[in-house]
């Protein structure tokens, strides 16, 4: 059973700092390309970021570029999403998506996500 | 970052046929394949429909995606009040590299 779980959210101050995990089973991770959304409160999907199999492609939202920063370990079949300068924008639900193959942008499994707040 | 637009609400009752429209530009639904997402309040979203008409296994074949230049639609057919819930669709764009989202519609069953 494919299964992705968040971790790491919290409450932080404006400006500071949290690492997001997504830890993988049940599938072969490092044949997959993988992305991070949010949800602010009562909102819309938001994507954040992409990366490749191989970590030699990655891609921003606008919003967090410059701030952000998306990476995975292959070996510990784990997605981590690095975000700097937080701002009270930020405050939402990550989740880490697989990308269902190589010719889409589907995204057809989703963790249950991770709640941040940003909030003085 | 630009969004996909679609309605932000819809309804039907029970047996009926509606469809959600989704709107974008040449850079994303122009040039790419069109995916579609259904989302429970405090759940995470599903995947519905991806590259324009194709269901995931599982998803009941009432759940239709279709597809012409620049913009989107969502079918379900036989509406059941099961299927109250919000719906995003979303593309690649290739002028932001990234993804994008439509607001998402709600979907009341009367």
């Known amino acids: 059973e494919v299964q992705l779980v968040e971790s790491g959210g919290g409450l932080v101050q404006p400006g500071g700092s949290l690492r997001l995990s997504c830890e993988a089973s049940?599938?072969?991770?490092?044949?997959?390309?993988m992305n991070w959304v949010r949800q602010a409160p009562g909102k819309g999907l938001e994507w954040v970021s992409y990366i490749s199999r191989t970590s030699d492609t990655i891609y921003y939202a606008d919003s967090v570029k410059g701030r952000f920063t998306i990476s995975r370990d292959n070996a510990k079949n784990s997605l981590y999403l690095q975000m700097n300068n937080l701002r009270t924008e930020d405050t939402a639900v990550y989740y880490c998506?697989?990308?269902?193959?190589?010719?889409?942008?589907?995204?057809?499994?989703w963790g249950q996500g991770t709640l941040v707040t940003v909030s003085s | 970052q630009s969004m996909l637009t679609q309605p932000p609400s819809a309804s039907g009752t029970p047996g009926q046929r509606v469809t959600i429209s989704c709107s974008g530009s040449s850079s994303n639904i122009g040039s790419n394949t069109v995916n579609w997402y259904q989302q429970f309040p405090g759940t995470a979203p599903k995947l519905l429909i991806f590259?324009?008409?194709q269901r995931p296994s599982g998803v009941p074949d009432r759940f239709s995606g279709s597809k012409s230049g620049t913009s989107s639609s969502l079918a379900i057919s036989g509406l059941q009040s099961e299927d109250e819930s919000y719906y995003y669709c979303a593309a690649w764009d290739d002028t932001l590299n990234g993804s994008v989202f439509g607001g998402g519609t709600k979907l009341t069953v009367l």
């Open positions: 049940g599938f072969i991770f490092k044949n997959y390309n």
């Open positions: 590259n324009n008409n």
């Open positions: 998506a697989r990308v269902r193959s190589s010719t889409t942008s589907s995204l057809d499994f």
